[in-house]
Structures are given as C-alpha cells and as structure tokens.
C-alpha cells in the first residue's frame, strides 16, 4: 500500500482543521463527538493525527469536517 505524502504530510487540510476547530473553541474531544453525532467513527487521536499531517483523511471525512467546522470545504483544502 503506497502512502501518499504532501511535502512531509500526508494531508493539506490538518492545519486548517485545527485552525477552525479553535476558532470555535473545541478541543480534539468535542470535535470528535460532533463527528460522532453525523455518523463519522472518530477518536480524539485520529484527530491529532489529521492536525499534524500524520493521517490520510478521506473525502468524505473532508466534506463532513467542514459541515461540522462550519467553514468551506475548499478553505479547508488551502484553496481560496
């Protein structure tokens, strides 16, 4: 199985994510159970894998994150 790296990370959306999840004061626990609540299977540690680039994160994971985090799916993607 080949894992894909972006310049050292194997995500673009960690920074991000981490970026919305305090802007609206959550820790890595009450984001996971937000997750939890819209059906995406999610512990506190895959989170801070995603924020430090250490963790793939699948499309749908994308699109429900920035539902969750209330912030555009291509903001999240670093594209403006």
Known sequence: MKFYDHPGKRNVCGDRIREARLRQ????????????????GMNRDCISKIESGDRFVADFEVITMADVLEVPVLWLLGIE
Do not use: A, E, Y
């Open 25 to 40: 004061r959550l820790s890595q626990t009450d984001l996971c159970r937000k997750l939890q609540l819209v059906g995406i």
